[in-house]
């Protein structure tokens, strides 16, 4: 089984790789592990303060800042790990990712906002989950 799992630089990722390392303990035959980071795209106004050097180094700053404290804890899990960092709409993203890499299952973390902020701001993971045609592991 390929496990797709969806990390962002906050400390709930390490949730999502400890409950899918506990998960996997339990298969009889070890899944791999697809870990994605899905790096929101900056408006064209904010990308031409960049210059001509453009946005890149901001992007993959973005993007290691989420997957190199997770990069311990996958090793530690023993399983066969690949990684990807891509670069806008977040659930989109996931999804399309899940679908291209075959992912019997997708984990995401869920930061645990309130009522009123969850219905202003939305739920990456709520939308995963509701349009996910796989299987979605929610930590937090």
Do not use: W
């Amino acid at each position: 089984m390929k496990i797709l799992l969806a990390v962002d630089d906050s400390p709930v990722a390490a949730a999502v790789v400890r409950q899918v390392a506990r998960l996997a303990k339990g298969m009889a035959t070890p899944p791999q592990l697809h870990v994605l980071t899905v790096v929101p795209r900056l408006s064209k106004a904010a990308e031409k303060e960049f210059g001509a050097a453009g946005p890149g180094a901001y992007y993959e700053r973005e993007a290691e800042r989420a997957l190199a404290p997770l990069r311990p804890l996958l090793r530690r899990t023993g399983l066969k790990v690949t990684e990807q960092k891509a670069i806008g709409e977040v659930v989109p993203t996931v999804l399309e990712e899940a679908k291209a890499k075959k992912a019997g299952l997708v984990a995401i973390g869920s930061h645990g906002r309130n009522a009123l902020q969850t219905l202003l701001l939305g739920s990456v993971a709520q939308k995963v989950v509701a349009l996910s045609p796989v299987p979605v592991l929610v930590c937090h």
